[in-house]
């Protein structure tokens, strides 16, 4: 499967509406309107892997193309 297509079953599959409240909640409780920021380390590591999550979940239903190997190459640049 290429990356375009895995692009394209997130968006079919997070596209309903059942999906979007799920999403939401996921949102709100893996800290993604919020701050991670605690005194401990150990928490806040948790957390971000929480909200990495649902950033990425965000990222894959976007419209926007998926970054490949050669885009990132030469935004690096």
């Known amino acids: 499967m290429n990356p375009e297509d895995l692009k394209a079953a997130y968006k079919q599959t997070f596209g309903t509406e059942q999906a ?19 005194e401990s380390t150990n928490e806040v590591i948790y957390k971000e892997g929480q ?7 965000n990222n ?17 640049e």
């Open 20 to 38: 979007k409240i799920v999403l939401e909640d996921l949102a709100h409780r893996c800290h993604f309107f919020g701050t991670t920021f605690t």
């Open 60 to 76: 894959m239903i976007k419209d926007t193309p998926i970054p490949t190997q050669e885009t990132a190459a030469t935004e690096e």
């Open 51 to 57: 909200r990495s999550v649902v950033l990425f979940l």
